[in-house]
C-alpha cells in the first residue's frame, strides 16, 4: 500500500519560494502521474500540476509562470517549488498519486497535507 | 469560482438517500470522466469514485456515481452519520496542455 508522507516549511513571508517535498512508501515511480493541489482556508480544491514517471510537466495556467514540480526517484520523492508567494497562496497542499496502473493520472492516494501560511 | 459547479450543501436523514450534482463544460465534463473525493473535517480528500462509478476497494456500494453529458451526480444510499463531510467533484480539462478542474465542494450534513 502506498504512503505518501510530506515535508517543508509551513511559514513564510511574502515573495519567498514555497517548497514541498513528497517521499514516496511502497510503491513505484513508474507509471504514474503525481500531483500537487492545494486547498485555501474554508475554501475548494485547486490542482497545481502534476509529473509523469518521464519527468514531464503539466500545470495550471494561472500559476505556470511561478511553479516547478520535480520528480527525484533515486529518493523516492518528488517536491514542489512555487517562487514569488503571496497571502494568496495560504493554503494546505497535498501532494498525490494516480490511483492505479489502469488510471494513472487521476490522484487517488494522498498526503497527509501541509499548512503553508504567508505572512509579513 | 470554480469551473465545475456544485450545490454548497445538501443534507439528509439516517436512512435516506441523497444525490449531489456537478455541472461541467464541454471541455471538462463533456470530454472526460467524472471523479468523486469525500473530505472528512481536518483530513485529506479520499477518492470514493473514479471514471464515472467505479468505486475503489473499500468504498461501501452505498456510494454510486453516474455522469452524463456535462453532467455528472453522487448518489448515497442508507445514508450514514460517518457520511457527513464535503464531496468534491473532478474531472480532467482539455484546455491547453489539460489541467484538472474540481467543483467548489457539497457540504452534506447527516440531520
Known amino acids: 500500500q502506498v504512503r505518501l508522507q510530506q515535508s517543508g516549511a509551513g511559514l513564510l513571508k511574502p515573495s519567498e519560494t514555497l517548497s514541498l517535498t513528497c517521499a514516496v512508501y511502497g510503491g513505484s515511480f513508474s507509471g504514474y502521474y503525481w500531483s500537487w493541489i492545494r486547498q485555501s482556508p474554508g475554501k475548494g480544491l485547486e490542482w497545481i500540476g502534476e509529473?509523469?514517471?518521464?519527468?514531464?510537466?503539466k500545470y495550471i495556467p494561472s500559476l505556470m509562470s511561478r511553479v516547478t514540480i520535480s520528480l527525484d526517484p533515486s529518493k523516492n520523492q518528488f517536491s514542489l517549488r512555487l517562487n514569488s508567494v503571496t497571502a494568496a497562496d495560504t493554503a494546505v497542499y497535498y501532494c498525490a498519486r494516480g490511483y492505479n496502473s489502469q488510471s494513472s493520472g487521476i490522484p487517488g492516494h494522498w498526503g497527509q497535507g501541509t499548512l503553508v501560511t504567508v505572512s509579513s | 469560482q470554480s469551473v465545475l459547479t456544485q450545490a454548497p450543501s445538501a443534507s439528509g436523514t439516517p436512512g435516506q438517500s441523497v444525490t449531489i450534482s456537478c455541472s461541467g463544460g464541454?471541455?471538462?465534463?463533456?470530454?472526460?470522466?467524472v471523479n468523486w473525493y469525500q473530505q472528512l473535517p481536518g483530513a485529506a480528500p479520499k477518492l470514493l469514485i473514479y471514471n464515472n462509478n467505479q468505486r475503489p476497494s473499500g468504498v461501501p456500494d452505498r456510494f454510486s456515481g453516474s455522469k452524463s453529458g456535462t453532467s455528472a451526480s453522487l448518489a448515497i444510499s442508507g445514508l450514514q452519520s460517518e457520511d457527513e463531510a464535503d464531496y468534491y467533484c473532478?474531472?480532467?480539462?482539455?484546455?491547453?496542455?489539460?489541467?484538472?478542474?474540481f467543483g467548489g465542494g457539497t457540504k452534506l450534513t447527516v440531520l
Open positions: 473532478a474531472s480532467w480539462d482539455v484546455t491547453l496542455k489539460g489541467f484538472w478542474v
Open positions: 464541454s471541455s471538462n465534463l463533456g470530454s472526460n470522466t
Open positions: 509529473i509523469n514517471h518521464s519527468g514531464s510537466t
